[in-house]
């Protein structure tokens, strides 16, 4: 696998990458181009994955890799880490998601999503820069029917990349919440052990408690 393609990877695998979706209207307004880039940037990435590390992708046999095609993809938006030690501090009266250029397009095989390709607009064009991390598209499903757009609900899959934590923020008609994906969920035991999944959605101020300390941690360890 090129150095490229490593470092992306590096950084997927450990933050899990971070999104936002804006929900099937996305769909319609996608930048020209973008699908395009994803299309022709999967099979490269999916060439570089060296055969004993297909599994760390989602992939279970070569024959997986041929199969892949990517799905509906959604945008990235990030938490800033010291926005969310501000705002758990009491120094920041808000706490927002942040856009960026980024867009992940789940990696299907047989209809099941594998793993992320990530499209990014360098250089003046867009251009798929790195494959890897958890797909979310499973949650995102479920949640787009308990919430629909049509209905005047917004679906943003957020990530925090310094606890790799990821969570669908769910905005409108009142609603102001965030859904974790289900291994951000057992990763801060939001869930007991041994308790199903159940897509419950959380305040901002619930989750800090438990976010804003692992971020601080994360955040000294790498000033060490």
Known sequence: MSPRSRAFCA???AALLAATLSGPSAAETLPEGLEKAARDGL????NEIPPGEIEHFGFHNPGELERATVGKPFLVHFLHAGEI????????GTLSAHVTTQWEFPVLCDGI?????TVDFMDGAWEAVGIGGLSPAPEL???RERWPEDQGYELRYVCVLQ???QFIQVVG???DAFVPVESTARALEILAEGEAFDYRPTSIDELLPVLAPLVR????????
């Not at 099979?43 to 999916?46: A, D, G, I």
């Open 85 to 92: 030690l501000g705002y758990s501090d009491g120094r920041l």
């Open 11 to 13: 950084i997927l695998t």
């Open 217 to 224: 941690a994360n955040i000294a360890l790498d000033e060490e």
């Open 163 to 165: 606890t790799g934590s």
């Open 43 to 46: 099979p490269e990435f999916l």
């Open 173 to 175: 008609k009142g609603v």
């Open 141 to 143: 499903e479920v949640l």
């Open 113 to 117: 999503p594998r793993t992320l390709l």
